[in-house]
C-alpha cells in the first residue's frame, strides 16, 4: 500500500522546519531500514555521541516495546525514532523521562492533529482506550535513549493487534508525518529544558491530569513473575505507580506491566 500519506520523509524538509521551531537538536538522520533506533543510538552514546541526535527509521524489522514486545508497522506508516539526551538531574530522577515524553507527544496531538490522547502508566498513549503510540527508554552510561512509536496511517486491517489504533483511525486533522515530528520535537525540546531546570514535578502534574490509568482498576505483573490487582491511586514525585491493593495494602511501582480492568474484570 503507498499512498500520499505514505510518501518518504524529506530529512531536509524535516530539519529545516525543526530548525525554525527549536536551536535544541544537533543531528537528524533518517533511515529507510534499521533493526532497532534505540539499539543504534545506544551505540553513538557508548561513543561518546552528544546529546541532541535523533534517529528516524522508516521501517525497523527489530524494533522492541516493553519486556522485548515487538514494535511492527509497515513502512512509512508511523513514526519510528529515537533520541539521545544527557540529563544534568540525579540519576535516579532519569525514569520520569517516559512520562515527559508522553506528555510531549500528548500535547503535541492535540495541538497539531486536534485528538485528544491519555497516557497510560508507564509509557503508552491511547485514543479512544486503544493504543496509538508507546515510549520505551535505557540508560546508556551518561545518556538515556528514548524511542518513540507512534501510529499514523495504519489501516485497521494492518494493525499489529486488535487494542491498537493509528492516527487516521482516530479522524486526525493531519496525517503528515514532518509537521508531526517537527511539532513534537520542538515541544519535546522545550519540555526537557524545563525538566532539567525545575526537576519532575510540573511534567508529572501534567502527567496526572491526562492520564488514564489513575482512578482504574488494574492488574499489575512483575519481570519477576508475580501479579497483583488493585486501584491506580496515584503516580508520585519519582514517577513510580501507587497501587491500593485488595488487602487495603497501597503498593509503589517502579517497573511492571499494567493493564486496565473492566469493572466486572
Known amino acids: 500500500m503507498d499512498t500520499p500519506t505514505r510518501k518518504p520523509l524529506d530529512r531536509h524538509e524535516l530539519w529545516s522546519l525543526l530548525s525554525e521551531k527549536s536551536d535544541f537538536w544537533t543531528e537528524l538522520d533518517v533511515v529507510q531500514v534499521t533493526g ?25 524489522v527489530s524494533g522492541h516495546g516493553r519486556l522485548d514486545r515487538r514494535w511492527v508497522c509497515p513502512p512509512r506508516a508511523g513514526l519510528t525514532m529515537s533520541f539521545l539526551l544527557r540529563p544534568t538531574l540525579p540519576r535516579e530522577q532519569w525514569g520520569t523521562l517516559n512520562l515527559l515524553t508522553a ?13 485528544s490522547a491519555k497516557l497510560k502508566w508507564p509509557n503508552d498513549l491511547l485514543l479512544d482506550d486503544r493504543k496509538v503510540g508507546g515510549i520505551l527508554s ?27 489504533t493509528s492516527l487516521a483511525l482516530s479522524g486526525a486533522s493531519t496525517l503528515d508525518r514532518e509537521e508531526i515530528a517537527a511539532g513534537f520535537l520542538a515541544h519535546l525540546a522545550a ?7 525545575r526537576g519532575p514535578a510540573p511534567v508529572i502534574e501534567r502527567w496526572r491530569r491526562n492520564s488514564a490509568t489513575l482512578g482504574r482498576h488494574v492488574a499489575v505483573s512483575f519481570p519477576n513473575g508475580r501479579k497483583v490487582t488493585g486501584r491506580a491511586v496515584a503516580v508520585d514525585d519519582n514517577g513510580c505507580l501507587r497501587v491500593a491493593l485488595e488487602d487495603g495494602a497501597v503498593e509503589t511501582i517502579a517497573a ?5 480492568l473492566r469493572p466486572d474484570d
Do not use: M, R
Not at 543510538?41 to 534517529?55: F, M, R, Y
Not at 506528555?103 to 485528538?115: D, G, M, N, P, R
Not at 540508560?139 to 486488535?162: C, D, H, K, R
Not at 519540555?191 to 531546570?197: D, K, Q, S
Open 103 to 115: 506528555v510531549a507527544l500528548e500535547e503535541t496531538l492535540k495541538a497539531v492533529c486536534s485528538v
Open 36 to 60: 532497532s533506533t534505540n539499539t543504534d543510538l545506544a551505540n553513538a552514546a557508548k561513543h561518546g555521541a552528544p546529546e541532541g541526535q535523533i534517529l528516524i527509521a522508516e521501517e525497523q
Open 191 to 197: 519540555v526537557y529544558t524545563t525538566w532539567n531546570e
Open 256 to 260: 511492571g506491566d499494567i493493564v486496565h
Open 138 to 164: 535505557q540508560v546508556e552510561g551518561g545518556a538515556v535513549i528514548v524511542g518513540v512509536g507512534l501510529n499514523v496511517s495504519l489501516t485497521e486491517e494492518e494493525l499489529p493487534i486488535p487494542e491498537a
